[in-house]
Structure formats: structure tokens, C-alpha cells
């Protein structure tokens, strides 16, 4: 796991040390243990590493052999058996490293070597004439660039492109609204800027001098996989893939892994399932100050499955106070503007958490895989088309309240309607819920929880695996018939896998979710701040917000929340907030 970033030239040009060295240091939290750069004619590459696989310098990056130059970061859990793959074909291997399997895996299939990779990655390659470019099938690894005719850039985060100070810092009038009214969410190619864009999930790109716009290729779609399984024979492949899954998650690395115990479901059948293979698993569990509306930890059920397992457990608690103080933190660290409660809670886990590990395992995806989220019952019961049973339930906002938001300038068309309304309609196969839970798991997820993650735990070089989000089991997910899934109030297949690993008072609880209730129910300190925030000199500037819009918020904050129970409130400080650190 580390942080890329690099610059290739089109109008003849030499490639900056000084701007590969400003991207380098912004990244230098993704990769704390080691760094170096490349550049030759026309290509610059630059690297930060975090050492999880292969220790020793062989690993070191970038990794250069004969014409070739790579940057990559992620973790590929079937490298061993490329590797062995690899050599029967004649490669000979300087090191142990995942690395090093992608550059051989290259120079044997080329630019099809994606298709032979399971992990998460975002990687470079340059090949003398081209830069290639590659994101996992999940999007668990970022990956943005910046084009000009000048010259192309691209990092594992956006600060890191920002910090070259060469970029387009209009706000997108059509991610706005995307951020707005799909729980910030904002799929690829759009960022909140207009001089960015980022590498859809799947995908691969190739710049070259003669292709400077190249077309995206999309290496990977998520197909169900038809399969005349009993209830049964489903909850056997779940439980073999989960496995298989956890064990490769957990053996591909040279350093311990540990799991982010939530007490949910989801990372409590992780501790079950590797509980048995690791000695003194390790485990982490965070909580806040509770509010009369709803309790700042889930410890009740966190504290069973540690007493089950007798893990190596960690927990802690997170006063508000400091919440409120190191939220401009978190929010710096966020490649894009985040609302979702739980980027504040990951931040805060993952700065304690890596004093103790390199690397855990998480639970996102679960949820999108396997129907669990509260919504996906009201939305199968709904009538109507596609669009109007999914936009009552997840949007945050109308299109019409999202034109009394912000300013006439960002006025425009219903881009959200017509991104969820063409995914929906494109896709051909199954029900209706299908096809949500597979726009759930191959979009919004993306750059919601997934993204998340990714940037709260990489802000303190901690490396986090999310096995649920392996793609042969989510292939193996998306066929399973929806109306199995929706069983016992949803993830069915998941609750049955569990009966033997875990207290029922864990399988049996309503859904929970990562809970930072301060953020939700918005009053005395944090009211003040987001007040402050919106009313600040660069707010009233910038013009982005209807001030008439602002006003009423603030009069009455815990009145206006979102289907998804978010403050509306807390949406428009954190953007603003977000612009103000990165010095937009």
C-alpha cells in the first residue's frame, strides 16, 4: 500500500523534480517507510511507499526493468501463484514482492495483465512510448490525473495533484450536483473540480505523445453468473468464497493484520473466520459520547466477540471535544468532500490503530453485496420506474432543493436523475433490486465507504483489506437471487454463514451503522463551528450557497435531514470547509 503519482510530458519537455517532489510529500503519509522517482525524457514517476510485502529494498519503487518503469499501489493476493506462473514461462523474480508480479505480468500479457490480478491496485506502467494506467475492478484504490495539452499528471490523491499548483480549481457544476443529492457521492471520470478526473474502477487508460485522449477500457463488468443453486449450495459458495477470501486477505503479507471491529455483522464474522488461523488476533474498536437520540459506540456487541475469540482487543473512546478539534484534520485529508459521519471515526481509529499494525481487515461491501441496508425493501416494494423507486430512498435532496442550494451559477439539468436513470436502465439483467445492489457495489460504494476508508486509514499509513470486497465473491454475490439475500431482513446468506461463528444476539440485531452522533444530531460546540464555517468571509465569497438556504439550516439544523438520516447542515460545511483547507 503506498501513494503513486507521476507526470508525462506531450510538448517535449523534462518532467519536474520540484513538481514530483511536491506530489511525493503530499503523499507522504500513504507511504512513511520509503520513497523514490524516476524521470527520464518525457516521463516522471514518483513514489511513497509503505512496507507490507517484501521488506527488503528489492521491493523498492519505482521498479524498473529494460524499457520498463512501474509505480503501483494496493496488495495482490494471488501473487504467489503468478509468481509461480511467471517463472514456468521463463521470468526470473529479483524479489518476493506483489510488485514485481505486475511488471512481469505485463511484459508476459500486456496490457491484458489486469485481468490476471486479484487484489486492489492503482498502478503506472511506462513502456519506453506509453503510460499505462490501472484501477481494480472495486475502485478500492484511487487513482486521479490532470490533463492539460502540456502535460498529464496523476497521484493516488487529489491534494497531491493540488500541490503542483497548475490545476483547474472551478467547482463542476455537474459533480456539485452529484455531491448534493447522492450522499457525495460522485462516480468517475468527475471530481468536485473541474481540473481533475479519476480512473473508473475497472478501467484502464493509455496516454501516449499520439494519444493524448485516450478512450477508457473498461477490463472488467460486474455479470451475475447463472447458477440453479438451492438456498443451501448458495450459502456453501458464500461461505467457501468468504473464506478464501479472509484467508488470501489475511496470508499476502509480511507483517501482522489486524480487523476494525465495528460489532456489526460484518467484521464480526471476519474475527470468526480468522480467529482460528491467527494466534492473538488483533482488534480495534472506537466509540463516542452518546446523545439521548442514540448511543456514540456499539461495545455491547464488540466486547462478545471478543470474549468469544478471546482477541487481543483495543478500544477506545473519543471525547467530542476532540472530535471537534480534529475535524479541519480529517477533512485535509479527504481527496474529496466526504459527509458520511464515519470519515471522522476512521481518521480518529486509524491514527491509533497504526501505532500498533500495518494492516487490517475491514467490513465494507457486505452491506451493497448482500441487500443490508434498510432501504432496499422500501425500494422492491415501490412501484413505479426505475428512477422513482430508488431516488425517494437514497437521494439526499431533489433536484428542486438542490436549485435553492447553491447559486444560479451551478444551475443546470438533473445530472444525478440521468447518471442513476442510465446505469439502471443499462443494466439488462434481473430484477429491479439486482440491479440496484449491482449499481450499489460497482458505483456508489466507490466513492462512498470504499473511498472512506481508503483515505482515513492511508492518512496514517495503515493499509485496510476488505475481503468482502473481493471480486470472485462479489461475481458470486451478484447472482445470488435478491429475494434470498432480503431473508431475515436482509444479507441473509451472511446470517446463516454466522449461526456457528457468532452470538446470536449479533446475527439478530438491527442494522447498525458506524455512529458519530454529533455530526447527525447538530447542536451547542458543532453547531458553532459549522456556523462559523458558513459564515466566514471566504464562504459569503465564494457565492456558492443561497444564503437564504444557509440561514434556514442554521435556524433549525435537526429539522432538515436526509432519507438516509444525515444533517443537511453538516453537507454544506463540510464542502465548504473542504475548499477552505485545500486553499480553494
Not at 172 to 180: E, G, K, T, V
Request: proline residues 5%; hydrophobic residues 40%; charged residues 20%.
Amino acid at each position: 500500500m503506498c501513494g503513486i503519482c507521476g507526470e508525462l510530458r506531450f510538448d517535449g519537455a523534462s518532467p519536474s523534480l520540484t513538481i514530483l517532489s511536491k506530489m511525493m510529500t503530499s503523499l507522504a503519509r500513504r507511504g512513511p517507510d520509503d520513497s523514490g522517482h524516476f524521470i527520464k525524457n518525457n516521463i516522471g514517476l514518483g513514489h511513497r511507499r509503505l512496507s507490507v510485502i517484501d521488506l527488503s529494498n528489492h521491493a523498492h519503487q519505482p521498479m524498473l526493468e529494460q524499457n520498463l518503469a512501474l509505480v503501483f499501489n494496493g496488495t495482490i493476493y494471488n501473487y504467489p501463484a503468478l509468481q509461480r506462473e511467471l517463472s514456468s514461462l521463463g521470468h526470473v523474480f529479483q524479489s518476493n514482492s506483489d510488485t514485481e508480479v505486475i511488471l512481469k505480468a505485463y511484459k508476459q500479457w500486456g496490457k491484458d495483465c489486469v485481468t490476471h490480478l486479484d487484489g486492489m491496485f492503482a498502478f503506472a506502467i511506462w513502456n519506453g512510448n506509453e503510460l499505462f494506467l490501472a484501477r481494480d475492478r472495486l475502485g478500492i484504490k484511487p487513482l486521479y490525473f490532470s490533463q492539460t495539452s502540456h502535460r498529464l499528471r496523476f497521484a493516488s490523491t487529489l491534494p497531491a495533484l493540488l500541490a503542483t499548483g497548475d490545476i483547474n480549481t472551478n467547482i463542476d457544476p455537474i459533480a456539485l450536483h452529484h455531491h448534493f443529492t447522492l450522499h457525495a457521492v460522485v462516480p468517475a471520470p468527475y471530481t468536485i473540480l473541474q481540473g481533475v478526473r479519476k480512473v473508473a474502477p475497472g478501467t484502464t487508460l493509455t496516454f501516449s505523445l499520439q494519444q493524448q485522449s485516450p478512450t477508457p477500457k473498461r477490463y472488467w463488468q460486474l455479470n451475475p453468473i447463472q447458477q440453479n443453486y438451492t438456498s443451501n449450495q448458495w450459502i456453501e459458495a458464500t461461505r467457501t468464497a468468504l473464506q478464501t477470501a479472509v484467508d488470501s486477505h489475511l496470508n499476502v503479507a509480511d507483517v501482522p493484520v489486524g480487523v476494525l471491529l465495528s460489532g456489526g455483522l460484518d467484521s464480526s464474522l471476519l474475527v470468526g473466520l480468522l480467529a482460528d488461523n491467527v494466534k492473538d488476533l488483533l482488534t480495534f474498536s472506537i466509540g463516542f459520547e452518546d446523545v439521548p437520540e442514540e448511543q456514540g459506540s456499539e461495545f455491547k456487541y464488540s466486547d462478545q466477540v471478543v470474549a468469544r475469540y478471546n482477541t487481543n482487543h483495543h478500544c477506545y473512546t473519543i471525547p467530542n471535544e476532540q472530535v471537534l478539534t480534529r475535524l479541519p484534520e480529517a477533512i485535509a485529508a479527504m481527496s474529496e468532500p466526504m459527509v458520511g459521519q464515519d470519515a471522522v471515526a476512521f481518521y480518529l481509529l486509524a491514527e491509533i490503530v497504526s501505532k500498533v499494525v500495518k494492516v487490517v481487515q475491514s467490513g465494507q461491501g457486505a452491506d451493497e453485496a448482500f441487500a443490508g441496508y434498510f432501504w432496499y425493501p422500501l425500494m422492491q416494494a415501490a412501484q413505479g420506474t426505475n428512477l422513482e423507486r430508488f431516488r425517494p430512498y437514497y437521494f439526499d435532496r431533489s433536484h428542486a432543493e438542490f436549485l435553492q442550494t447553491v447559486h444560479p451559477d451551478y444551475h443546470g439539468e438533473d445530472y444525478t436523475s440521468q447518471t442513476i436513470d442510465g446505469l439502471l436502465t443499462a443494466d439488462k439483467d434481473g430484477t429491479f433490486l439486482d440491479k440496484v445492489l449491482r449499481l450499489d457495489t460497482t458505483t456508489l460504494i466507490v466513492d462512498d465507504p470504499v473511498k472512506r476508508v481508503d483515505n482515513m486509514t492511508m492518512a496514517w499509513g495503515l493499509e485496510a483489506r476488505v475481503p468482502f470486497l473481493d471480486h470472485n465473491l462479489i461475481e458470486l454475490a451478484a447472482s445470488i437471487p435478491a429475494n434470498l439475500k432480503l431473508q431475515e431482513n436482509g444479507k441473509y446468506p451472511l446470517k446463516a454463514i454466522a449461526r456457528d461463528l457468532l452470538p446470536s444476539s449479533i446475527i439478530n440485531r438491527p442494522k447498525g451503522y458506524f455512529p458519530l452522533p454529533a455530526l447527525k444530531y447538530v447542536r451547542g460546540p458543532f453547531l458553532e463551528f459549522m456556523r462559523e464555517v458558513l459564515n466566514s468571509s471566504a464562504c459569503r465569497q465564494r457565492q456558492l450557497f443561497q444564503r437564504n438556504y444557509v440561514d434556514k439550516l442554521l435556524a433549525a439544523p435537526e429539522q432538515y435531514m436526509t432519507p438516509l438520516q444525515g444533517s443537511k447542515l453538516w453537507h454544506l460545511a463540510l464542502l465548504e470547509k473542504w475548499l477552505q483547507v485545500h486553499g480553494l
